[in-house]
Nanobody, 122 residues
Framework: VQLQACGGGLVQTGGSLRLSCAASGRSFSSYVVGWFRQAPGKECEFVAA????????RYADSVKGRFTISRDNAKNTVYLQMNSLKPEDTAVYYC????????????????WGQGTLVTVSS
């Protein structure tokens, strides 16, 4: 599975961005796809995940109510809609995929995209 993440950019506090994670190589149908982020000097942090076949989701407490993860079967793409962005959301965002259980621990994910930078100005 190859993952291609895009959609990052510079936005003001309170603004919105939508990140995309497109898969090639095989279908996401049996996978869990997660979004993680890493700010400078900080550890990789779980953001959200979705189980492709069921559509079930999980979110970090820090983004609940602001971020929404979704998927598009036809495009084999997972999205992360980010609203009400805050400066503390500034990070490189990565999408990752794994077959099996939904998890928030980045160590468990098998496949990773290249990352896309999100910068939220105050």
């Amino acid at each position: 599975v190859q993952l291609q993440a895009c959609g990052g950019g510079l936005v003001q506090t309170g603004g919105s961005l939508r990140l995309s994670c497109a898969a090639s190589g095989r279908s996401f149908s049996s996978y869990v796809v997660g979004w993680f982020r890493q700010a400078p000097g900080k550890e990789c942090e779980f953001v959200a995940a979705i189980r492709w076949n069921l559509g079930s989701t999980r979110y970090a407490d820090s983004v609940k109510g602001r971020f929404t993860i979704s998927r598009d079967n036809a495009k084999n793409t997972v999205y992360l809609q980010m609203n009400s962005l805050k400066p503390e959301d500034t990070a490189v965002y990565y999408c990752a995929a794994v077959q099996g259980l939904m998890m928030s621990n980045w160590h468990g994910y098998e496949y990773w995209g290249q990352g896309t930078l999100v910068t939220v100005s105050s």
